[in-house]
């Protein structure tokens, strides 16, 4: 069983590739990406060493699924899903800010208001709220995309005040955000789950404005279950989580917070086995249909040969 931690494949018309944190992205001819979501693992900002078999295959599919469902708010890139792990789709012109948004109060926002912060992006934040409580309305915390290190925290203001965005798009930003978060919360919510925060990322081409990457996969969001939530919150308990978070709490537990001098904790087969079963039980859960998988005997050949076979049509 094959996973995919890296490619170094050469198409035809190929003008450049780029390796993401997950994604290996090739521009065809300046028109088209071919994006491969890899098996690669992410946490804290640090590449574990170890692929996770299946895990391309679930965001990609969870993604073009998603994608489909939400394209009458707004165009996306995607034009093909040619392999189980890789999509095809247009070469916009990326915002380089990510409109992150937020449902409840958990992550990143948690741990600002814990510390007694009460703003979050220039967005107010409710006194006497706890750890998983709602927002009574969603909030956007935008960050900026840093090409290498943490993206930062940032405020419309200052997106607006730097020019990283011009005004009206930003409005539309913002505007699709919510009507895209809204779709996904109500998607969820059928599945027995909530839609606690999100990111989605937008792109420009030929004047008009599309949602690229991924959206709605585990790795972009939190999910908590619906069932129990009220009770777990009235309890105080911790909230049950359908989202990477297990990953960064296994490597919490053996002493990796992705700081210097920290050791990534070992990936024994068994650990490798266990994050690509919760990887398929978030599939089935956040899609509502069983997963199935696709030949990983072969893999790298597989997905080379389904990229060429669509290139060459």
């Given amino acids: 069983m094959d996973a995919i931690t890296e490619t170094k494949f050469n198409f035809p018309k190929q003008k450049s590739f780029y390796k993401g944190k997950v994604r290996d992205v090739y521009n065809i001819n300046d028109e088209q990406l071919v994006m491969i979501v890899s098996d690669r693992i992410s946490a804290f900002d640090v590449v574990l060493p170890k692929g996770i078999p299946y895990k391309g295959q679930v965001l990609n599919q969870i993604a073009a699924k998603f994608l489909k469902a939400t394209e009458d708010i707004l165009p996306n890139w995607v034009i093909a899903v040619p392999d189980p792990m890789v999509t095809v789709g247009h070469l916009c012109d990326p915002f380089k800010v990510e409109m992150v948004i937020r449902g409840y109060l958990s992550g990143h ?9 009460r703003m979050l992006c220039g967005v107010a934040m409710p006194d006497g709220m706890k750890e998983n409580d709602k927002f009574p309305e969603p909030i956007i915390t935008p960050t900026t995309k840093a090409s290498v290190g943490h993206d930062e925290d ?26 895209v978060f809204q779709r996904g919360t109500e998607i969820a919510a059928k599945m027995g789950l909530i839609l606690v925060d999100t990111k989605y990322e937008f792109g420009k081409k030929d004047g008009k404005i599309y949602l690229i990457d991924e959206i709605h996969t585990p790795d972009s969001s939190r999910y908590f279950y619906k069932e129990g939530y009220e009770a777990r919150q009235e309890k105080d308990e911790a909230q049950k989580q359908l989202s990477k978070e297990f990953v960064r709490e296994w490597l919490m537990a053996n002493g990796f917070q992705g700081k210097d001098g920290q050791a990534i904790p070992e990936m024994t087969p068994e650990v490798v086995n266990s994050i690509s079963e919760r990887y398929i039980e978030l599939y089935e859960n956040i899609v509502g249909e069983k997963f199935v998988k696709a030949d990983a005997s072969n893999v790298l050949q597989r997905v ?10």
């Fill in 109 to 117: 926002a948690w741990r600002e208001y814990k510390a007694g912060k």
């Fill in 154 to 179: 940032i405020s419309k203001e200052e997106i607006l005040k730097q020019g990283i965005v011009s005004k009206d798009d930003y409005e539309l930003l913002e505007k699709y955000t919510r009507a």
């Fill in 304 to 313: 080379e040969k389904n990229i060429n076979d669509y290139l060459s049509k």
